[in-house]
């Protein structure tokens, strides 16, 4: 995300997609190690499983689209600044987990 926000390109254009071959693939696997560690961390304290996926599932639903509506209005005001914004707070966000 820093790496884009400082490019010289000021096109709007995504020059990579991030949708395909291998960065689709580590993308899911990073999300499917994300899940995994809250289903073991779900499993001892569940009672009602199929309760817990629908409002995990309804909520992952309700704030995916509240971040893409919001993204794209914000996109014309702010563009690539919070871009580098982003990027700095997932690494400290990094380096906090990474010390703990």
């Known amino acids: 995300m820093l790496k884009d926000a400082f490019s010289a390109q000021d096109d709007g254009l995504q020059t990579i997609d ?3 071959k291998w960065s689709l693939v580590f993308l899911s ?3 499917s190690i994300d899940a995994l560690g809250a ?3 779900l499993g001892p304290i569940a ?3 199929l309760a817990i996926s ?3 599932g309804i909520t992952a639903l309700i704030m995916t689209t509240i ?4 993204g794209n209005f914000l996109k014309r005001y702010v563009g690539k600044r919070m871009e580098a914004v982003g990027g700095a707070v997932l690494i400290f966000l990094g ?3 990474l010390m703990s």
């Open 29 to 31: 696997i990073a999300t």
């Open 54 to 56: 629908a409002i995990i």
């Open 47 to 49: 009672r009602n499983f």
């Open 39 to 41: 289903g073991f961390g």
């Open 95 to 97: 380096f906090r987990i």
């Open 18 to 20: 991030r949708t395909r």
């Open 67 to 70: 971040g893409m509506v919001l």
